[in-house]
């Protein structure tokens, strides 16, 4: 899992940030660890540097799942470390009810019952028809 920290020029990035961003996400995303290919964290100061108070700091977190498309959260907290564990904690729960929902598909069974999968017979039916038409004595001229 690769992991890309950017910061706009009002907060201060360097590599102690970055590893406890690593760290943080590491210990949040571990279970969704071979599903992850990338996470991109952008730190930003919603009111600049003119007012300080509660909520001011912004995480935005996108982690980009093999096959799909990425999901993007964000939180904000007063500080920069209470963004980013805020924001972890829902990234994780983000991808834990992203991914429930691909593996039940709505949870129900559909309207027309089970479903048998016809598809693998097709495609050997298909195979059968190949192997028909390759045998240059079939051929008639």
């Known amino acids: 899992m690769i992991v890309q ?12 940030l970055t ?17 992850i290919t990338r996470v991109e964290v952008h730190f ?3 009111n600049s540097q003119q007012k300080h108070g509660d909520n001011d700091k912004r995480c935005v977190m996108e982690a ?26 829902t990234l994780q729960q983000t991808l834990l ?8 598909a709505k949870g129900r069974t559909s309207y ?4 048998d999968d ?5 495609a ?3 195979d059968d028809m190949d192997d028909d038409t390759d045998d240059p004595s079939d051929i008639k001229s």
């Open 97 to 104: 009810r992203t991914l429930r929902r691909l593996e039940h």
């Open 44 to 46: 930003s100061d919603v």
């Open 5 to 16: 920290v950017k910061t706009d020029n009002h907060i201060q990035g360097s590599t102690e």
């Open 64 to 89: 980009r799942l093999a096959g799909l498309k990425p999901v993007a959260i964000s939180h904000h907290g007063s500080t920069v470390a209470q963004a980013m564990e805020g924001a972890a904690e």
């Open 118 to 122: 016809y598809s693998s017979d097709v």
């Open 19 to 35: 590893a406890e961003v690593e760290e943080v996400l590491e210990n949040a995303l571990a279970r969704f660890r071979p599903r």
């Open 124 to 126: 050997d039916e298909v």
């Open 112 to 115: 027309a019952g089970e479903q």
